[in-house]
């Protein structure tokens, strides 16, 4: 097992880092999240964050949102688009590495 730095593997165990993968035979790891519930969480903050902006920005037009929270709001709301992507094209990205794998 590598690990970057200069960190050894006797002293990451000390550091309570473990690894996520379950040892032959024996269940998966069931202490953090699973993958699902993060990407759910992940969605639904997504589309807060998108409604919100919407909402700010129907406000300004009306005059009763000041222009630099809409400006805030519109740019948390394409960070959260960009990471979003990012997420989709790795989860699509994996997916396709997997199908090339012979079996």
């Known amino acids: ?47 807060m964050s998108l409604r919100s902006a919407e909402k700010l920005s129907v406000g300004a037009l009306t005059g009763d949102v000041p222009l630099q929270k809409v400006v805030e709001a519109v740019v948390a709301a394409e960070q959260k688009v960009q990471l979003t992507t990012s997420v989709r094209d790795k989860i699509v990205a994996a997916y396709l590495e997997l199908t090339r794998m012979p079996i």
């Open 1 to 47: 097992m590598k690990i970057p730095g200069n960190i050894s593997p006797v002293s990451a165990a000390g550091l309570g880092i473990t690894s996520p993968v379950a040892a032959p035979g024996k269940a998966p790891p069931s202490g953090g999240p699973q993958f699902a519930d993060v990407l759910s969480s992940m969605m639904s903050d997504f589309d």
